[in-house]
Antibody
Framework: QLHLQESGPGLVKPSETLSLTCSVS??????????WGWVRQPPGEGLEWIGR???????SYNPSLKSRLSISVDTSRNQFSLTLSSVTAADTALYYC????????????????WGQGTLVTVSS | DIQMTQSPSTLSASVGDRVTITCRAS??????LAWYQQKSGKAPKLLIY???TLEAGVPSRFSGSGSGTDFTLTISGLHPDDFATYYC????????FGQGTKLEIK
């Protein structure tokens, strides 16, 4: 069964860069049937898609974050990573990584499964 | 951007009730819609995709319907385990979530 686990600092200073890694176990990241994505949830609020990457490295980013965002993948280590630069308090959130079904005839765009999430607080 | 609007924001119900949550898209998304359940302190769980297809392992009391801009999630016969927050998500163009509907015990 596929398992995803986020890791990274829980506290980041304003104007600095947030970096998180998602480690995937129980399966391979190389299938073209899936993408790998990030979603965040500010405390007490709803869900916001951040971005996603294919196993070949093709990315798609939320336009509202695109200028500050980079997502990369290392299939040899079964990991993908997120960096978000110039963070502010508005970037404080629970960050989730998830597998994403790639576009197909019948599926394409659902997030499943998800990691447990990691809380990142932006504060000095 | 495609905006997703859920209603109601909060829904009070009792065990055994039948409840319906509505999700409206700001433009047509065909049936590119998923529903998730999120319990407190946990990650969201996929329930339904393509508006009406039940994910494997999800109880049959959950059902989804709709196409275009208007969608519903129905739970027929609430179980104690169903009290949670529910989100819709479109994947017609990028990915956008609704603001969530909290289903609470009456």
């Amino acid at each position: 069964q596929l398992h995803l686990q986020e890791s990274g600092p829980g506290l980041v200073k304003p104007s600095e860069t947030l970096s998180l890694t998602c480690s995937v176990s129980g399966g391979s990241m190389t299938s073209s049937a899936y993408y790998w994505g990030w979603v965040r949830q500010p405390p007490g609020e709803g869900l916001e898609w951040i971005g996603r990457i294919s196993s070949s490295g093709t990315t798609s980013y939320n336009p509202s974050l695109k200028s500050r965002l980079s997502i990369s993948v290392d299939t040899s280590r079964n990991q993908f990573s997120l960096t978000l630069s110039s963070v502010t308090a508005a970037d404080t959130a629970l960050y989730y990584c998830a597998r994403l079904h790639a576009p197909g005839v019948f599926r394409g765009g659902e997030f499943d499964p998800w990691g447990q999430g990691t809380l990142v607080t932006v504060s000095s | 951007d495609i905006q997703m609007t859920q209603s109601p924001s909060t829904l009070s119900a009792s065990v055994g009730d039948r409840v319906t949550i509505t999700c409206r898209a700001s433009q047509s998304i065909d049936t590119w819609l998923a529903w998730y359940q999120q319990k407190s302190g946990k990650a969201p769980k996929l329930l339904i995709y393509r508006a009406s297809t039940l994910e494997a392992g999800v109880p049959s009391r959950f059902s989804g319907s709709g196409s275009g801009t208007d969608f519903t999630l129905t739970i027929s016969g609430l179980h104690p385990d169903d009290f949670a927050t529910y989100y819709c998500q479109q994947y017609h163009s990028y990915y956008t979530f609704g603001q969530g509907t909290k289903l609470e015990i009456k």
